[in-house]
């Protein structure tokens, strides 16, 4: 491609895992600058990074002059782009674009903004909620949001080896990483059976054995 | 349009607020059916509503024979489908494609999910928050989104009488909404005058005072 990719990420940010999906579901070639949102308070506060994205979070994808925030208007500029190659991440049918994004809004607005590291922080300093209790806390909207994205999997024809189909989309990108989440927080997923199966099979691709966190270069 | 759309629809939900803003704009005909987020336990927990939609929440919208959930889902099927004319919610050239749904997802990811009803309810019922700590955590939220979403309104020249030129965008369809919610639970908007001055614009046209909670049929 002609200009670079520059990738501003965190190994365990979940929607910085997002991205690194869809830029290898692509092809695209990106450097990868770390930013860690724990130590010094947070790099993501830091001057720097606060001028390239006013609201302190990963991910931010450069593309030479180009910056883009927020990780689904990052994956379907790569759709769009043209520039990249690789696969779509997202179907042509408007109906099937429909069912994708629906599924991928699932995750980014009902569950993964409750489980945010700055929500963590407001609930134990402003309500002294305990690690069990904000733990407690993430399993259950982990939980809500899980049971919904599993009846629409199971209920509908259209689910295959992957949220749509058997190729991996937008859907996919945005599931498989907040199934890292829901592991790493202890949530049971014996109810989720279709989620399990479409979670196995994509780690199994390597566009996703690649972007896994504990496979970054920043990884703890 | 060939088949009929039928919107469930709350007045007061910012989320649903959005889509009839879209369907506006679009110039599509449509019904709504109220679905009451308080009345009778929220009646988006009855097994009618579960069936349209198992995360128990609204907008959903159905046309003809299909369902379709998520608010930025409905209104990129509404600009794609090509059954519906009127004003595109998206712009054409992938980077002003890339910039309006970044600042629609700061509302919809980094915001609105944190004032959900539900959440409230969790806050008050596992952390025994008072209605004002509730209200503080709302508007903290806003506050965060709203610092972050300014900046990205006053720094770009692509900023018009809309958030991004001098047509209605996807942007504007998210943040008029949350303007309202913000004023709803007293978010001083001073600090924030390109969203005043966008917002103020947005209302004075038709589309918009018509999508206005209320301006609903459900409207208490």
Not at 80 to 92: D, F, H, I, M
Request: charged share 20%; net charge negative.
């Amino acid at each position: 491609m002609a200009a670079g990719f520059v990738l501003y990420d965190y190994w365990r940010s979940s929607a910085c895992y997002r991205v690194r999906i869809g830029l290898n579901l692509k092809g695209v070639c990106y450097a990868q600058k770390p930013v860690h949102l724990v130590r010094n308070g947070g790099e993501q506060h830091g001057a720097e990074h606060h001028a390239l994205n006013p609201m302190d979070a990963v991910p931010v994808l450069v593309h030479g002059a180009e910056v883009i925030r927020q990780s689904l208007a990052i994956l379907q500029y790569l759709d769009e782009a043209g520039e990249a190659g690789g696969a779509k991440l997202l179907p042509t049918q408007p109906l099937a674009r429909a069912r994708v994004r629906s599924l991928a809004l699932l995750v980014t607005c009902d569950v993964h903004p409750l489980n945010n590291l700055r929500v963590m922080q407001y609930l134990e300093r402003e309500f002294d909620a305990t690690p069990p209790a904000r733990e407690a806390w993430m399993r259950h909207w982990m939980a809500e949001g899980f049971r919904a994205f599993e009846a629409l999997l199971a209920s509908d024809p259209a689910t295959g080896l992957c949220c749509h189909g058997d190729e991996p989309t937008l859907a996919d990108a945005c599931l498989i990483p907040q199934v890292y989440n829901a592991n790493r927080f202890g949530l049971d997923l014996t109810p989720f059976p279709t989620i399990r199966r479409v979670n196995e099979h994509c780690l199994s691709l390597p566009a996703f054995e690649a972007a896994r966190p504990e496979n970054q270069p920043d990884a703890a």
